[in-house]
T-cell receptor, first 118, second 119 residues
Framework: GAVVSQHPSWVICKSGTSVKIECRSL??????MFWYRQFPKQSLMLMAT?????????EQGVEKDKFLINHASLTLSTLTVTSAHPEDSSFYIC??????????????FGPGTRLTVL | AQTVTQSQPEMSVQEAETVTLSCTYD???????LFWYKQPPSRQMILVIR??????QNATENRFSVNFQKAAKSFSLKISDSQLGDTAMYFC????????????????FGKGMKLTVNP
C-alpha cells in the first residue's frame, strides 16, 4: 500500500517559537494532502486541505496565519505552527490522496506528530 | 453538513467472540463513501473497510464486515473471531466524493469507540 511519513514524530518546543511538521508521500504523488488535529481521547478534526501548487483551504475556526501550510511538491506538504502556545499541544496527523492509485477515494495516513508546547 | 454519530464510547469483547460497532450518519447526499478506521495505541490510522453508497452489497474484508442500511443511514461494523490485536479506537467516517456538487473528499469522523479485546 501507499506509505505516508511524518517528521518529526515528537517535538517539544517553548512557547512563542515556531514548529514545522513535514508530511511526505513516499511511493506515490499526492496532489491533495489533509491535515488533522487530534486531542487526547478525541476524534480527528480536519484543519485544512492542501493542494499542490495552490493555497490551502482551511476549515472554519482554524487560523490560517497560525497554521501555515505549504504544499510545494507532489510528495511534500508542511504544517508550520507559528508562535506556538501550550493550547496548540496536540497530535497532528496528515493524510494523502493518490488519484492515480485509488479509485476508492482512500486517504493514506501518516503516523502522526505529537507536539508539546511548554 | 454531514454528521457521523458513534453512540457507544467503549466496548469490550472476549477473544474469539463477535462484536458489532454501531454508526449512524446524516446526509442529504445520494452518492458518498463510508469508512471504518482503526487507531491502535501506536495512533497510526488504518483503513479497516470501505463502502460505496451506490452498492447494495455489504462490504467484507476477512473477519470484518459491515451492515449498510442506506435508508436508515446506518453503517455498523462486525468483527468476527476477535483477536487481541483488534484492541483499538475505531472511527466511522463519511466522505462526499469530488465530482459532485460541493464534493471535496473531506473525511468527517465520528467521535470514535474504544474496543478492548480480552484474553
Amino acid at each position: 500500500g501507499a506509505v505516508v511519513s511524518q517528521h518529526p514524530s515528537w517535538v517539544i518546543c517553548k512557547s512563542g517559537t515556531s514548529v514545522k511538521i513535514e508530511c511526505r508521500s513516499l511511493d506515490f504523488q499526492a496532489t491533495t494532502m489533509f491535515w488533522y488535529r487530534q486531542f487526547p481521547k478525541q476524534s480527528l478534526m480536519l484543519m485544512a486541505t492542501s493542494n499542490e501548487g495552490s493555497k490551502a483551504t482551511y476549515e472554519q475556526g482554524v487560523e490560517k496565519d497560525k497554521f501555515l501550510i505549504n504544499h510545494a511538491s507532489l510528495t511534500l506538504s508542511t504544517l508550520t505552527v507559528t508562535s506556538a502556545h501550550p493550547e496548540d499541544s496536540s497530535f497532528y496527523i496528515c493524510s494523502a490522496r493518490d488519484y492515480l492509485k485509488s479509485s476508492y477515494n482512500e486517504q493514506f495516513f501518516g503516523p502522526g506528530t505529537r507536539l508539546t508546547v511548554l | 453538513a454531514q454528521t457521523v454519530t458513534q453512540s457507544q464510547p467503549e466496548m469490550s469483547v472476549q477473544e474469539a467472540e463477535t462484536v458489532t460497532l454501531s454508526c449512524t450518519y446524516d446526509t442529504s447526499e445520494n452518492n458518498y463513501y463510508l469508512f471504518w478506521y482503526k487507531q491502535p495505541p501506536s495512533r497510526q490510522m488504518i483503513l479497516v473497510i470501505r463502502q460505496e453508497a451506490y452498492k447494495q452489497q455489504n462490504a467484507t474484508e476477512n473477519r470484518f464486515s459491515v451492515n449498510f442500511q442506506k435508508a436508515a443511514k446506518s453503517f455498523s461494523l462486525k468483527i468476527s473471531d476477535s483477536q487481541l490485536g483488534d484492541t483499538a479506537m475505531y472511527f466511522c467516517a463519511f466522505m462526499k466524493p469530488r465530482g459532485g456538487q460541493g464534493g471535496s473528499e473531506k473525511l468527517v469522523f465520528g467521535k470514535g469507540m474504544k474496543l478492548t479485546v480480552n484474553p
